[in-house]
C-alpha cells in the first residue's frame, strides 16, 4: 500500500513538472492554459487506455509465438498506431482552438525534450546508485 502511494507521488510530481515545463515552452497564456490542459489530459488518459489495451493481451514469450500468433501481434500493433494518430489527428484540431500552430509545434516538441529529460534523470539516478 505504501509502495502504491509512493508511485502515485512520484507520478503526480512528474505529471506536475511536465505541466509547468510545457506551459513554459509554449509560452501559454493563463486563459489558454485553462482551456488547454484539461483537453491535453483528456487526450493522454485515451492515449493510455488504447496503448494499455494493446499491451495487456501480449506478456508471453515472443518465441513461444506461432507464426500466426506473431503476424496478429503484428497486425494489431499497426491498428493501434493507426487509432493513435487518428486520436492525436482529433486532438490537434481540438488544441488548434486554443493554440497556434507555433505553439502546436513546441509543444510536440516540448514532449519529446522533457521525455529525454526524464531518461536523462533517470539514467543518471541509476548510476549514482
Same mark, same amino acid.
Given at each position: 500500500?505504501?509502495?502504491?502511494? %509512493? /508511485?502515485?507521488?512520484?507520478?503526480?510530481?512528474?505529471?506536475?513538472?511536465? /505541466?509547468?515545463?510545457? /506551459?513554459?515552452?509554449?509560452?501559454?497564456s493563463?486563459?489558454?492554459?485553462?482551456k488547454?490542459?484539461?483537453?491535453?489530459?483528456e487526450y493522454?488518459?485515451? %492515449?493510455? /487506455?488504447?496503448?494499455?489495451?494493446? %499491451?495487456?493481451?501480449?506478456r508471453q514469450?515472443?518465441?513461444?509465438?506461432?507464426?500466426?500468433?506473431?503476424?496478429?501481434?503484428?497486425?494489431?500493433m499497426?491498428?493501434?498506431?493507426?487509432?493513435?494518430?487518428?486520436?492525436?489527428?482529433?486532438?490537434?484540431g481540438?488544441?488548434?482552438?486554443?493554440?497556434?500552430?507555433?505553439?502546436?509545434?513546441?509543444?510536440y %516538441?516540448?514532449?519529446?525534450?522533457f521525455?529525454?529529460?526524464l531518461?536523462?534523470?533517470?539514467?543518471?539516478k541509476?548510476?549514482?546508485?
Amino acid at each position: 500500500m505504501a509502495q502504491d502511494s %509512493r /508511485t502515485q507521488e512520484r507520478q503526480e510530481s512528474v505529471e506536475a513538472a511536465k /505541466t509547468a515545463f510545457l /506551459t513554459d515552452k509554449m509560452g501559454l497564456s493563463s486563459e489558454q492554459s485553462q482551456k488547454f490542459w484539461p483537453l491535453y489530459n483528456e487526450y493522454e488518459a485515451k %492515449r493510455r /487506455t488504447l496503448i494499455r489495451g494493446y %499491451r495487456s493481451g501480449y506478456r508471453q514469450d515472443v518465441d513461444a509465438l506461432s507464426d500466426q500468433e506473431a503476424k496478429s501481434r503484428i497486425d494489431h500493433m499497426f491498428i493501434t498506431k493507426d487509432k493513435e494518430l487518428e486520436l492525436e489527428k482529433d486532438y490537434a484540431g481540438r488544441y488548434l482552438k486554443v493554440i497556434s500552430y507555433k505553439q502546436l509545434i513546441k509543444l510536440y %516538441r516540448g514532449e519529446r525534450e522533457f521525455t529525454k529529460m526524464l531518461l536523462k534523470r533517470l539514467d543518471d539516478k541509476r548510476a549514482n546508485n
